[in-house]
């Protein structure tokens, strides 16, 4: 067995009361959960789901390797 590593981004989206996650080294797939922890257990699914098929359809998969930074970025608004 083989384990990879994927870097997810978690937002909380307060209009639907959930939390969002995206995995940006696969073409940004995305899920959802009410809990960071259900949201995580989705992406896992979503990850393999996305693997398995990506096998049977013979495409590659990229490397995970994105290096992700969140910045806190000022912007004036007139």
Known sequence: M????????????????????YVPDLENISTYGDSEQEALANTRELILGY???????????????????????EVAIA
């Open 51 to 73: 693997l398995e098929a990506a096998d049977k359809e013979g495409l590659s998969v990229p490397a995970p390797g994105l290096e992700l930074r969140v910045v806190d970025l």
């Open 2 to 21: 083989t384990t990879r590593h994927f870097k997810v981004i978690l937002q909380f989206d307060p209009e639907s009361a959930a939390w969002v996650s």
